[in-house]
């Protein structure tokens, strides 16, 4: 049976298992929070309308959390307030 070197011990990735549920959890949060002002939407529909931009979808599949956070955010502001929801 061989030991790990105590020098890897303290080394610890960035995105460790807990991290990235901790992550997922805060998205999800915000993600409840504005469907819970549409919650008439289908979660397709909720998607969609968080990537609207001036012309058409943009494209969501290389979003990272920030960006998904930034567009929780603006749509949670704009939906929030009475008669604001798409």
Known sequence: MSERPDD???????WTRENRIRANHALLDAIAAVW?????QRF????????????????T???K????????????RTWAKPGGAV
């Open 61 to 63: 599949w290389e979003w």
């Open 65 to 76: 959390h920030g960006a998904w956070y930034d567009r929780l955010k603006d749509a949670y």
């Open 36 to 40: 819970d002002e549409v919650p008439d």
């Open 8 to 14: 890897l011990g303290a080394f610890e990735p960035r």
């Open 44 to 59: 397709g529909q909720l998607v969609k309308n968080l990537s609207r931009e001036p012309g058409g979808f943009a494209d």
